[in-house]
């Protein structure tokens, strides 16, 4: 299926969302090679078991390509060479026109630009022409405007010569109504790539735009914007190169919202460093990462809302570096979020990452180290990949717009009903470190495999674990420790056994577990303060005893008991009794 087209007079909340591929086919990896079409780059993801509506390959088979100018598409043999002399210039052809500080050039073809200029460079090509401009050592400082502008042409390429430095800037500011905002700007499909350097200095708005597609393909980059960094309307796609980019808004944004194959942003290759005052990747569609290696420091106010990757349909994952600092959520969709590779690294004010409809990761390296709630969706999906989770509320929430919170007190998820959210383990390693409940549904909790450790809250209001819709266990390993006021344990019917203890320890005490013959099972060092234990795996047998111990104590329970004080999954966090005493076994069998 496909998803929805957004709507310019609908908030893009209330669009409705149709989640399937949302996407683009290839841009070059690198700026030596590559053409006008592009190519396909999905054989470097491998794909795991994930919605293949979330996998890259299929939001990017969506989308309407991007168009690249590729550097086989010109020869520098035919440059004409245009001499910047200050406050005029000199040119060696036609196709330009000199009037005082303004440098028209009018022709397809390609130009060699040198020298300082204090004025604007402005192509006014026909609409079919592919124009290129070759910057070999340029100064351009335009103190009315651009100090590059496309008014009219095809396809524009900017190439950074060899060991050449170029610098732009323009304007202070611009007037509302003015249409070429932007340090570099762009009518046009516009490419920048080439071995050499460029510095920007957007200084009334943005520092590069592009109405139709922005391809970076090479090229050392810097840009200081006052605004967007890096803006392609209809796509904005970075396969090479390094960036160092400074802006107060969106350091990297695609916005076209009249389109659904159209707004997103694709990073395949490069080093991108981004810090900016809103976010980091801004796409009304979607945001999608294959390679590279990214950095962002979303540094907004608390209240500004600033995200480090932010999508209006998906945020997808297959490959490369991503490493997020953010005042607000670190990965956000108003749709889907979809992890298949890479490594994921992220630090939060708010969520670690948020998707509105779901969150799955089937691969790759996840470590949220900070972050009010760790992952947070209706439905969240961990088929593979290694994920660590830091949160000082829940580490895992599945929480939709439907879910209501009774009293409004921690730990209590919402209420005792059971309102359809899902949270489904069935692969990879998970490891859960919060202040509030570890593993939180406002409906169901399910686990067919994977090796889970939850280090829960040490405060009564919130459990290791905490589902409304029940918990179910029939595979993998779980190890959920934490505090015993409102403890749960997995439904009575699941097909994995399971023990569930009330001991307490401390950090650095051994957690040891053993069957009746004195076999140890499971043993691992306590990371925080607890006073429950709930494990399962395929070594636990149905009404089996067994000995849990935690430094100098130890209780003996028996499998499929619930501990005293708490209950079996299906009660979310609703009231679950009072704490039993340190040693206390569970007693009898759960309803």
């Not at 803006?231 to 659904?260: P, W």
């Not at 500004?304 to 490369?320: E, L, N």
């Amino acid at each position: 299926m496909r998803r929805r087209l957004i709507l310019p007079a609908v908030p893009l909340a209330l669009a409705g969302l149709v989640l399937a591929g949302c996407a683009v086919t290839g841009v070059a990896a690198t700026g030596t090679s590559g053409t006008t079409s592009t190519t396909d780059d999905s054989a470097t993801v491998a794909v795991a078991e994930i919605d293949s509506d979330l996998d890259p390959t299929a939001v990017l088979a969506a989308n309407e390509d991007a168009t690249v100018v590729g550097d086989d598409e010109w020869s520098a043999a035919d440059a004409i060479d245009v001499t910047l002399e200050g406050s005029t210039a000199t040119a060696s052809g036609d196709g330009v026109s000199v009037d005082g500080g303004t440098v028209t050039i009018s022709a397809a073809g390609v130009y060699r630009l040198s020298g300082d200029l204090a004025g604007s460079v402005v192509v006014a090509a026909p609409d079919d022409a592919q124009v290129v401009l070759v910057l070999d050592g340029v100064d351009i400082t335009n103190a009315d405007g651009a100090a590059i502008s496309v008014t009219t042409a095809d396809d524009v390429a900017i190439s950074l010569a060899d060991g050449s430095e170029n610098s732009v800037s323009d304007a202070a500011s611009y007037d509302d109504s003015a249409a070429a905002n932007a340090a570099i700007y762009a009518d046009a499909d516009l490419t920048i790539g080439g071995p050499g350097s460029l510095v920007i200095s957007g200084n009334g708005n943005d520092g590069i735009a592009s109405t139709d597609d922005l391809a970076i393909i090479g090229g050392t980059i810097t840009v200081d914007a006052a605004d967007d960094a890096l803006r392609g309307k209809d796509a904005l796609v970075i396969s090479g190169g390094t960036l160092e980019v400074t802006a107060g808004g969106d350091a990297l944004k695609s916005d076209d919202d009249e389109d659904g194959t159209r707004g997103y942003v694709w990073i395949s290759g490069g080093d991108i460093s981004a810090t900016n005052g809103d976010d980091g990747i801004a796409a009304t569609t979607d945001a999608v990462i294959t390679g590279g290696t990214v950095s962002i420091s979303a540094e907004g106010a608390a209240d500004a809302g600033s995200k480090g990757v932010s999508a209006g349909v998906v945020v997808a994952i297959g490959d490369g570096s991503v490493d997020v600092s953010a005042t607000d959520d670190g990965l956000h969709s108003d749709g889907s979020i979809g992890v298949l590779g890479g490594t994921v690294t992220i630090s939060a004010g708010d969520d670690g990452a948020h998707a509105e409809a779901a969150l799955e990761i089937g691969g790759g390296t996840v470590t949220v180290g900070q972050s009010n709630e760790g992952l947070e969706a209706t439905d969240i999906t961990i088929s593979g990949g290694d994920v660590a989770v830091t949160a000082s509320d829940d580490g895992l929430n599945g929480s939709g717009d439907s879910a209501s919170d009774s009293d409004g007190q921690g730990g209590m998820g919402g209420g005792m009903t059971d309102t359809g959210e899902t949270i489904t383990i069935s692969g990879g390693t998970l490891t859960v470190d919060a202040g509030g409940d570890g593993i939180d549904s406002n409906g169901s909790v399910t686990v067919t495999g994977g090796d889970i450790v939850v280090w829960g809250p040490t405060s009564s209001g919130n459990g290791a674990l905490d589902s409304n819709g029940g918990f179910d266990v029939s595979g993998g390993t779980l190890l959920a420790v934490g505090s015993s006021g409102m403890a749960e344990s997995p439904d009575s019917g699941s097909a994995q056994a399971w023990i569930a203890a009330t001991v307490s320890g401390s950090a650095g005490d051994e957690i040891q577990i053993t069957d009746a013959d004195g076999t140890v099972v499971f043993s691992t060092t306590a990371e925080k303060e607890f006073q429950t234990v709930v494990f399962s795996s395929s070594d636990i047998d149905a009404d089996g005893t067994y000995t849990v111990s935690a430094g100098a104590t130890s209780v003996t329970v028996t499998a499929g008991e619930a501990v005293t004080g708490g209950m079996g999954g299906g009660m979310g966090g609703g009231p679950r009794g009072g704490t039993a005493p340190d040693g206390a076994a569970g007693a009898g069998e759960r309803s």
